[in-house]
């Protein structure tokens, strides 16, 4: 596509008005008007052949196989011109779909030799499908009369899924020995702990762990080294429902609890215990049934990632009730949901009870800090008193559900979003070692 430059509009109009003076001037040359005409399309008639055509420029895309949430890669596309017809610079413009953030979506790229790369930072919105949609590459000719445009469609997916890496770097910091909060170290001890083997005693080990006898028989200090009981069973339950899918500090609900379960689910697999995952909405969507040991994570994280938004209202009654009867062993079951008020989570209340009787929940309640900062802000206009006095009431109801949750048995894990990981881990240690499954 080859179009004409503000620049082209203003040379070729410069000549009405010089022209309009000589007809007034001197009618006998008002021809130097339509020579002017002439003159002036013979010029970009000439400009226009002497710009690099579309067909001369070569586009190869080169694009992320994968995007991780909370991560940004880059997206490059070399182009290519004929030498001897390549302009010293051109523009750029990007196009992807709703799940990628292309910032800035516009780039200038310089051409040496007729070679040159744009390059695009891509930033990933939500988890599912990201698409590359189409490039545009723009170039003026050589006296700037012309702009020269071509676009290529690339119709290129890119899977996003959670950030894997970053769960497994924050498990690793929590595995750490030498930590004096590190995870191992917590579970060296507790009322369901196994003892494991005698270690010769460190400074900072629990005394109560000594072995007076064979700290005797050897002559030289030495402690019991305890490791907490395995082969446990955690179930991870996420609801997949409309309410989940809304957004928090910038991610959906959804994600943030995936973030978690991946978490929960790589550490307790490290340390022996069996791990099943069920997602449900309007109706069960996942059930991968436990599994165990380390390699048994990325058939989790495959199942997770497949998880996507929905805009169904959630069946607490089909989905949790499905979840009891599939569960055969007393079990720590985690709940990821969410609720508006107590009515609408009147049936979750009454199927998180039944789970009670029999096993051990943990229920994750995210605090919404955007609904606290209306709250505690300061009302300067009538509608600040509104949003201030809608977001007490939903605080309201939000605190009372949690406390009948408490006082129905569960064990309530309510924080930030960006500290919800570490709450709940602590919460499983705890279980763990005092032995409550």
Same mark, same amino acid.
């Given at each position: 596509?080859?179009?004409?430059?503000?620049?082209?509009?203003?040379?070729? +109009?410069?000549?009405?008005?010089?022209?309009?003076?000589?007809?007034?001037?001197?009618?006998?040359?008002?021809?130097?008007?339509?020579?002017?005409?002439?003159?002036?399309?013979?010029?970009?008639?000439?400009?226009?052949?002497?710009?690099?055509?579309?067909?001369?420029?070569?586009?190869?895309?080169?694009?992320?196989?994968?995007?991780?949430? #909370?991560?940004?890669?880059?997206?490059?596309?070399?182009?290519?011109?004929?030498?001897?017809?390549?302009?010293?610079?051109?523009?750029?413009?990007?196009?992807? #779909?709703?799940? %990628?953030?292309?910032?800035?979506?516009?780039?200038?790229?310089?051409?040496?030799?007729?070679?040159?790369?744009?390059?695009?930072?891509?930033?990933?919105?939500?988890?599912?499908?990201?698409?590359?949609?189409?490039?545009?590459?723009?170039?003026?000719?050589? %006296?700037?009369?012309?702009?020269?445009?071509?676009?290529? /469609?690339?119709?290129?997916?890119?899977?996003?899924?959670?950030?894997?890496?970053?769960?497994?770097?924050?498990?690793?910091?929590?595995?750490?020995?030498?930590?004096?909060? =590190?995870?191992?170290?917590?579970?060296?001890? #507790?009322?369901?702990?196994?003892?494991?083997?005698?270690?010769?005693?460190?400074?900072?080990?629990?005394?109560?762990?000594?072995?007076?006898?064979?700290?005797?028989?050897?002559?030289?200090?030495?402690?019991?080294?305890?490791?907490?009981?395995?082969?446990?069973?955690?179930?991870?339950?996420?609801?997949?429902?409309?309410?989940?899918?809304?957004?928090?500090?910038?991610?959906?609900?959804?994600?943030?609890?995936? *973030?978690?379960?991946? %978490?929960?689910?790589?550490?307790?697999?490290?340390?022996?215990?069996?791990?099943?995952?069920?997602?449900?909405?309007?109706?069960?969507?996942?059930?991968?049934?436990?599994?165990?040991?380390?390699?048994?994570?990325?058939?989790?994280?495959?199942?997770? /990632?497949?998880?996507?938004?929905?805009?169904?209202?959630?069946?607490?009654?089909?989905?949790?009730?499905?979840?009891?009867?599939?569960?055969? *062993?007393?079990?720590?079951?985690?709940?990821?949901?969410?609720?508006?008020?107590?009515?609408?989570?009147?049936?979750?209340?009454?199927?998180?009870?039944?789970?009670?009787?029999? *096993?051990?929940? %943990?229920?994750? +309640?995210?605090?919404?800090?955007?609904?606290?900062?209306?709250?505690?802000?300061?009302?300067?206009?009538?509608?600040?008193?509104?949003?201030?006095?809608?977001?007490?009431?939903?605080?309201?109801?939000?605190?009372?559900?949690?406390?009948?949750?408490?006082?129905?048995?569960?064990?309530?894990?309510?924080?930030?979003?960006?500290?919800?990981?570490?709450?709940?881990?602590?919460?499983?240690?705890?279980?763990?070692?005092? =032995?409550?499954?």
């Amino acid at each position: 596509m080859i179009y004409p430059t503000s620049r082209a509009v203003f040379f070729v +109009a410069i000549g009405v008005p010089v022209a309009l003076l000589f007809g007034v001037a001197a009618p006998d040359l008002w021809l130097a008007g339509i020579a002017w005409i002439v003159l002036s399309v013979g010029i970009l008639v000439v400009d226009a052949l002497a710009a690099g055509m579309p067909s001369s420029l070569r586009i190869v895309a080169e694009l992320p196989g994968m995007l991780a949430m #909370g991560q940004s890669a880059r997206a490059t596309f070399h182009l290519t011109f004929d030498a001897a017809r390549a302009p010293r610079q051109a523009e750029a413009a990007l196009d992807a #779909g709703a799940r %990628l953030q292309i910032l800035p979506s516009r780039r200038s790229v310089q051409f040496v030799h007729g070679r040159g790369a744009a390059e695009f930072p891509v930033t990933p919105l939500r988890r599912g499908e990201g698409r590359i949609e189409k490039l545009w590459v723009r170039w003026t000719s050589p %006296l700037g009369f012309h702009w020269v445009q071509k676009s290529e /469609t690339i119709g290129r997916s890119i899977p996003v899924v959670p950030n894997v890496q970053a769960v497994k770097d924050e498990a690793l910091r929590l595995f750490r020995r030498d930590g004096p909060l =590190g995870l191992l170290v917590q579970l060296s001890g #507790g009322e369901s702990a196994e003892f494991h083997a005698l270690r010769d005693f460190q400074t900072g080990m629990d005394r109560r762990a000594i072995d007076w006898k064979q700290s005797a028989k050897h002559a030289v200090l030495r402690a019991k080294e305890f490791h907490a009981e395995q082969n446990q069973h955690l179930v991870l339950v996420l609801d997949t429902g409309r309410l989940m899918s809304e957004p928090l500090d910038g991610q959906p609900r959804l994600d943030r609890a995936l *973030h978690a379960i991946l %978490l929960m689910a790589y550490v307790a697999l490290k340390l022996g215990d069996r791990v099943g995952l069920f997602a449900f909405d309007e109706k069960p969507r996942l059930k991968s049934g436990t599994v165990a040991g380390a390699r048994a994570f990325p058939l989790l994280q495959r199942l997770a /990632t497949g998880l996507d938004y929905s805009t169904a209202e959630t069946n607490f009654t089909l989905g949790l009730t499905q979840l009891a009867s599939d569960i055969e *062993h007393r079990s720590i079951i985690v709940i990821f949901t969410d609720f508006v008020d107590t009515t609408s989570a009147e049936l979750m209340l009454e199927n998180v009870g039944r789970l009670l009787r029999r *096993h051990l929940v %943990l229920f994750v +309640a995210f605090r919404d800090q955007e609904t606290e900062t209306l709250r505690r802000a300061e009302p300067k206009t009538p509608e600040d008193v509104a949003r201030a006095v809608i977001a007490d009431a939903l605080l309201r109801e939000r605190e009372i559900v949690i406390e009948r949750l408490r006082r129905l048995g569960a064990e309530i894990i309510d924080a930030p979003a960006g500290r919800i990981g570490m709450r709940l881990l602590n919460a499983y240690i705890a279980t763990k070692r005092l =032995g409550l499954v």
